[in-house]
Nanobody, 124 residues
Framework: QVQLAESGGGLVQAGGSLRLSCAAS????????MGWFRQAPGKEREFVAA????????LYADSVKGRFTISRENAKNTVYLQMNSLKPEDTAVYYC?????????????????WGQGTQVTVSS
């Protein structure tokens, strides 16, 4: 079992930045890859970014490449998502999740533990 808790969401103007954090507990954090997904109202959950167990291999959706950076601190059991140059279309609830396999992967079915989510709202 793994428990995940996201934080850092909020309201920001277009062009601004936010950093999301996801604290994990319950299993050896460095033993699994991690991912971030998001879901906007009326839309399906979509992949944002993922990172390998060591942190050496990131993976990004095309829509956020060059603007978002995923990182992790295994000593703190925490994964981060630094979001820069935010756009109104980035507005969504952001979720972190644990990859069930070696990872990183980009499909939601490859993840088996999910946090409660944190709201990010970008105003124009």
């Amino acid at each position: 079992q793994v428990q995940l808790a996201e934080s850092g969401g909020g309201l920001v103007q277009a062009g601004g930045s936010l950093r999301l954090s996801c604290a994990a507990s319950g299993r050896t954090f460095s033993s699994y890859a991690m991912g971030w997904f998001r879901q906007a109202p009326g839309k399906e959950r979509e992949f944002v970014a993922a990172i390998s167990r060591s942190g050496a291999t990131p993976l990004y959706a095309d829509s956020v490449k060059g603007r978002f950076t995923i990182s992790r601190e295994n000593a703190k059991n925490t994964v981060y998502l630094q979001m820069n140059s935010l756009k109104p279309e980035d507005t969504a609830v952001y979720y972190c999740a644990v990859d069930r396999l070696i990872g990183p992967h980009a499909r939601a079915y490859e993840y088996d533990y999910w946090g409660q989510g944190t709201q990010v709202t970008v105003s124009s």
